[in-house]
């Protein structure tokens, strides 16, 4: 297949801030009186934040007024951002920065695709800001991911066509939406986890251009 535009989910892709979502999350379920676990977790990665919020609160068994909810939320962001402020270039994860440099070499345009409302503060922390070529974050789009939205407006704005975008996505829902868009989805995890997705991959450690065309060319 032809590539024209590789498109980039953030938190759990590029940086290892999932983790720091998770944290915040289980601090407010604990807080609450219940327990989360990390397979509670899987579910809300890659959604809104006031969607995980509703998800958490099930699994607690909670309900809230809306006034609640928006307070809720405000208050797992605020500590979500606290963990965030000391992450800087060294938590990209392994292999990120030379294949996004690999793409760009080879005249592949590169976007970012997250849900993430902060996604903006993390790329001009962790210095990755400049690299995309288009950047669409949770303040751009109106349906969340499994929806292809997100990943639509990246082709849109890369002026690339659907059928030759490659999607790197460590979210369920984040598959889904790449797979609704008619894209190519590769997961980046537990292949079990993320088994609707094309291809998975363990991280980006021996990822370069080359491999990838030869991976699609199959
Ligand atoms: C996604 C994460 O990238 O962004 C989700 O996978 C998160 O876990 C979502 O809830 C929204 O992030 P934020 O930063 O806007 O609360
Ligand atoms: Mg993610």
Not at 31 to 53: A, C, T, V, Y
Not at 65 to 81: C, G, L, S
Not at 163 to 178: L, P, Y
Request: with cysteine.
């Amino acid at each position: 297949m032809k590539i024209s535009a590789c498109i980039f989910d953030l938190d759990g892709v590029i940086v290892d801030t999932a983790k720091y979502h998770y944290l915040a999350w289980r601090r407010l379920a604990r807080e609450m009186g219940f327990d989360f676990s990390p397979e509670h977790n899987e579910q809300l990665k890659g959604i809104s934040r006031m969607q995980s919020l509703e998800i958490l609160l099930q699994i607690g068994g909670i309900s809230l007024t809306d006034a609640e909810m928006i307070d809720t939320a405000q208050r797992k962001n605020a500590w979500y951002v606290d963990y965030i402020t000391t992450i800087t270039p060294d938590e990209i994860l392994p292999g990120v920065v030379n294949f996004l440099n690999d793409l760009k070499k080879n005249h592949i345009k590169i976007a970012l695709g997250s849900a993430s409302k902060n996604a903006g503060l993390i790329l001009q922390r962790i210095e990755l800001k400049d690299i995309f070529d288009a950047v669409i974050d949770g303040n751009k789009i109106t349906k969340a991911k499994p929806d292809p939205e997100i990943f639509l407006m990246a082709a849109q704005e890369t002026a690339a066509k659907s059928s030759e975008c490659v999607v790197f996505e460590d979210a369920q829902a984040g598959i889904e939406a790449a797979n609704n868009a008619g894209m190519v989805s590769i997961g980046v995890g537990d292949p079990e986890t993320l088994e609707q997705a094309d291809l998975v991959i363990s991280g980006f450690s021996n990822m370069s251009w080359k491999l990838l065309k030869e991976w699609l060319s199959h």
